[in-house]
Every structure is written in structure tokens, then in C-alpha cells.
């Protein structure tokens, strides 16, 4: 099971309600935050890891699609490991954790923080490429994953970190 916890934003925008209880997750691996940003005019999905700040970029997102958020989610995680180069016994560690996903509310602003300088890279990236018309998400993702040394990890990349923590689970 993975955890999204989600922005006020998001939660209203996908009609999500959260359930009272809290949720711990069992590993680093199924804590996420997960942001709605508008780029371009254009509402995009930006989610990340806790522990390795691994970020998916979704853009392009209609009304339609925050109802099958879980699924769009699970679909574009399983590319992007593909795209950024991740064995198939990486890849098989994460999707051991499943495909149930839970949402619930932010608890972390050390990620918020991260994902908001995340948020300003992409919106450049964009632009220097013409704009959401000429978007290449994956591309756009791994340029940020694999290039943007951040300052929680110690100046690490967030793809490297996120190789290293996969290659670490028993």
C-alpha cells in the first residue's frame, strides 16, 4: 500500500475525502506527497517521494481524470521507472508494494518545500521548451530527477537516492 498525502488543493480538486484515522506507513517506499500545480495553464501532478524526493511530473489533467487519480498514478510511476533506466528487479520492489493507494493530508514541509523548487524547474523547463503544447513529461522528469542536487539529500540526486534506497531493500 502506498500513502499519498495530499495537498489542500488536490484533496478539493479530486473530490477526496480523508478518513480521520492516521496512517504510518511500514517503509519509506509507501510515503508520497502529492501536489496539484498549474503550469502553462494547465494542471499538472506533482508527486514525491519522502525519503528520495523521486518526483513524477503528470501534466495535462482534466476534471476526468482525478477520478481515476490511483490508476494514472500507478501507470505513470511504472514509466517513469522504465524511462529513467531502472532494472526490472527495482522496478519488481516497487511494484511489490502494490497498487492500493491511500490519500490522506500533508505532514511534512520539508517535501512541500522541495516540491514547490521542483514546481519552479519545471515551469522553466516548460517555457524554454514553448510551453505545455511541446511538453515532454517524462523527459522533463528525469532532467529534474537526475540533475537537481537537493539540499535535504546533502546535495544528492533524487534518482540516485532512489536507485541506492531500492537496491538496499531486503
Known amino acids: 500500500m502506498k500513502i499519498f498525502r495530499c495537498t489542500k488543493k488536490l484533496l478539493k480538486e479530486a473530490g477526496i475525502v480523508v478518513p480521520d484515522l492516521e496512517i504510518c506507513p511500514s517503509s519509506w517506499l509507501e510515503s508520497w506527497h502529492a501536489n496539484l500545480v498549474i503550469i502553462d495553464r494547465s ?8 525519503e528520495s524526493f523521486y ?7 482534466k476534471k476526468s481524470d482525478f477520478k481515476q487519480l490511483k490508476l494514472i498514478i500507478n501507470e505513470h510511476l ?12 527495482l522496478i519488481e520492489k516497487v511494484l511489490a508494494v502494490g497498487d492500493d493507494l491511500v490519500f490522506s493530508t500533508t505532514n511534512n514541509r520539508s517535501v512541500l518545500g522541495t516540491m514547490n523548487d521542483m514546481k519552479f524547474a519545471l515551469e522553466h523547463i516548460v517555457y524554454a521548451n514553448g510551453g505545455m503544447k511541446y511538453c515532454k513529461p ?5 532532467t529534474i ?3 537537481m542536487p537537493l539540499g535535504p539529500l546533502k546535495y544528492g540526486i533524487s534518482l540516485e537516492v532512489f536507485k541506492k534506497k531500492l537496491m538496499d531493500l531486503n
Open 78 to 89: 511504472f514509466r517513469s521507472m522504465v524511462y529513467d533506466g531502472l532494472s526490472q528487479t
Open 138 to 142: 517524462l523527459e522533463f522528469q528525469h
Open 145 to 147: 530527477n537526475s540533475m
Open 55 to 61: 518526483t513524477l511530473f503528470i501534466p495535462g489533467l
Open 43 to 50: 494542471k499538472c501532478l506533482l508527486v514525491t517521494n519522502d
